[in-house]
T-cell receptor
Framework: NAGVTQTPKFHILKIGQSMTLQCTQD?????MYWYRQDPGMGLKLIYY???????DKGEVPNGYNVSRSTTEDFPLRLELAAPSQTSVYFC????????????FGSGTRLTVV | GDSVTQMEGPVTLSEEAFLTINCTYT??????LFWYVQYPGEGLQLLLK?????DKGSNKGFEATYRKETTSFHLEKGSVQVSDSAVYFC??????????FGSGTRLSIRP
């Protein structure tokens, strides 16, 4: 039972480069999310999706893009990376947000230099 | 808007001590409330939850009661262990905000 799988676990990106963080879940959850966690801080919502083909912005969407072509996958795209995007990124999914909360992946630690 | 405020850490206790981590919230309507735990190098794991007023969530010896009158959801454990050392996040869900998290409280337990 894999749950939520994120790749890569670590990555160093140069300023101005682009990359995609991968997230896949095998629980058939409709709801999926991307958060970022900065040192000593809580989590900030970047984007979320309530089902395949539907995405919406969270609190801090600037500099990121997402797509949701299947129920299982929810990749996060960084275009023109900036040092301010250095963070740990967590993907999560949910069957019912109100009743069950989220299942999180183990995170991607991204450094932009 | 909705928000969660939890006590700042770090909190350091001796093994077998009593633990309280305070959490208060601001929300319209009737949010669901959660506590998550994050061990070093890992993602967050759901520890316990409560979906309506006066509900008590419990798991692994931890408890929290949803108090609407004081807008609180304090985390408690009667006797902590070294293995409880982690960062604890209080969170709430509302349809307007999705799940929003407090800033986290780092807990360290001395043997």
């Amino acid at each position: 039972n894999a749950g939520v799988t994120q790749t890569p676990k670590f990555h160093i990106l140069k300023i101005g480069q682009s990359m995609t963080l991968q997230c896949t879940q095998d629980m058939n959850h409709n709801y999926m999310y991307w958060y970022r966690q900065d040192p000593g801080m809580g989590l900030k919502l970047i984007y979320y999706s309530v089902g395949a083909g539907i995405t919406d912005k969270g609190e801090v969407p600037n500099g990121y893009n997402v797509s949701r072509s299947t129920t299982e996958d929810f990749p996060l795209r960084l275009e023109l990376a900036a040092p301010s995007q250095t963070s740990v990124y967590f993907c999560a999914s949910s069957y019912s947000e109100r009743d069950y909360g989220y299942t999180f992946g183990s995170g991607t630690r991204l450094t932009v230099v | 808007g909705d928000s969660v405020t939890q006590m700042e850490g770090p909190v350091t206790l001796s093994e077998e001590a009593f633990l309280t981590i305070n959490c208060t919230y601001t929300a319209t309507g009737y949010p669901s409330l959660f506590w998550y735990v994050q061990y070093p190098g890992e993602g967050l794991q759901l520890l316990l939850k409560a979906t309506k007023a006066d509900d008590k969530g419990s798991n692994k010896g931890f408890e929290a009661t949803y108090r609407k009158e004081t807008t609180s959801f304090h985390l408690e454990k009667g006797s902590v262990q070294v293995s409880d050392s982690a960062v604890y996040f209080c969170a709430l869900y509302s349809s307007a905000s999705k799940i929003i998290f407090g800033s986290g409280t780092r807990l360290s337990i001395r043997p």
